[in-house]
């Protein structure tokens, strides 16, 4: 298995941008599908991106796509989710979760996902 740890969030206004970072200790990082969740307050535990172990595909949730790109660096066991355009609606915590093998539909299940990270909170003020 693998350990997780996120960093990147923060305070940003409407139409900003923030990088939220996942680093991952492990040898076998490369062969783990990568996901980023997110919950808001009295909400469950949503996907945003995720990302195959071979980099592809990747996968996002409608609300996100053409804003959020989810990217995986193997040679430093990290992989980054880049947020432009944010919205007061994108608040919440943000957690990286690992997933051995290939994800294809069950991508956006918690279930799926065999470690997480403590989270990072995202917080975008209108």
């Known amino acids: 298995q693998v350990q997780l740890v996120e960093s990147g969030g923060g305070l940003v206004q409407a139409g900003g941008s923030l990088r939220l970072s996942c680093a991952a200790s492990?040898?076998?990082?490369?062969?783990?599908?990568m996901g980023w969740f997110r919950q808001a307050p009295g909400k469950e535990r949503e996907v945003v991106a995720a990302?195959?172990?071979?980099?592809?595909?990747?996968y996002y949730v409608d609300s996100v796509s053409g804003r959020f790109t989810i990217s995986k660096d193997d040679a430093k066991n990290t992989v980054l989710l880049q947020m432009n355009s944010l919205k007061p609606e994108d608040t919440a915590v943000y957690y990286c979760?690992?997933?051995?093998?290939?994800?294809?539909?069950?991508?956006?299940?918690?279930?799926?996902?065999?470690?997480w990270g403590q989270g990072t909170q995202v917080t975008v003020s209108s």
């Open positions: 979760a690992a997933a051995a093998g290939r994800l294809y539909s069950s991508y956006a299940l918690p279930s799926r996902y065999d470690c």
């Open positions: 492990g040898r076998t990082f490369s062969t783990y599908a």
């Open positions: 990302i195959d172990w071979s980099d592809v595909p990747r």
